[in-house]
């Protein structure tokens, strides 16, 4: 059974772009979130997708923007990139049944480095 | 905010020897999760906890929970060089299941 994948995994773009990265869940999994590393502020939840649905959203900025089509993949959008959007963004996905807790599955991740 | 806090921050111990990591929360969870980021790589799935386990195993990993202290523990045993990564523990936020925050990691370094 694939991981989640994330496409690209390294990209440089200038400052003023902006950049979309995508992510295709575990097959079955319906909960796509996404996340931002950076060595100052560590791991930062972004926003978690359901059913094409927008459910949670972080304390991001709306240059920050996501979308999950029907068949669970899920893309995020960052326009007019700046230089403190250099990080590494992790996708993951889940079943979502429910419950005490489901675990959750990232991805290798997308390198992106603004220059 | 970070909910979950690690600790230590770095830990150097020699190949064979036991390792182990503390984490601490802040609010009532109904489960903790432990991943392992390899340099430059995405987060391992190591164990999840629910918050009715006391401890829970997997291979050489004993997690153990305690809901009164708010706290958590990862035990590695008979560490190998592979080893070598940042862990970290991650809770839900805000009641969300679906949401997790992370500490800021242990960076454990295993030498050969």
């Known amino acids: 059974k694939a991981g989640v994948t994330q496409t690209p995994r390294y990209l440089i773009k200038t400052r003023g772009q902006q950049v979309t990265l995508s992510c295709s869940p575990i097959s079955g999994h319906r909960s796509v979130s996404w996340y931002q590393q950076t060595p100052g502020q560590g791991l930062q939840f972004l926003f978690e997708?359901?059913?094409?649905?927008?459910?949670n959203k972080g304390n991001f900025p709306g240059r920050f923007s996501g979308r999950q089509f029907s068949n669970s993949r899920s893309e995020m959008n960052v326009s007019t990139l700046e230089l403190g959007d250099s990080a590494l963004y992790l996708c993951a996905s889940s079943l979502d049944r429910g419950g005490s807790g489901n675990t959750i599955y990232f991805g290798e991740g997308s390198w992106l480095t603004v220059v | 905010s970070q909910q979950g806090e690690e600790d230590p921050q770095a830990l150097s111990i020699q190949e064979g020897e036991n390792a182990t990591m503390n984490c601490s929360y802040k609010t009532s969870i109904n489960n903790l999760q432990w991943y392992r980021q390899n340099s430059g790589r995405g987060l391992v799935h190591l164990i999840l906890?629910?918050?009715?386990?006391r401890e829970k195993h997997s291979g050489r990993l004993r997690v153990t929970l305690d809901t009164s202290k708010k706290s958590s523990s990862l035990l590695i045993t008979a560490s190998r060089a592979a080893d070598t990564a940042s862990y970290f523990c991650a809770t839900p936020a805000g009641g969300s299941a679906r949401q997790l925050t992370f500490g800021s990691g242990t960076q454990l370094t295993v030498l050969p």
């Open positions: 906890i629910r918050s009715n386990e």
């Open positions: 997708y359901f059913s094409e649905t927008q459910r």
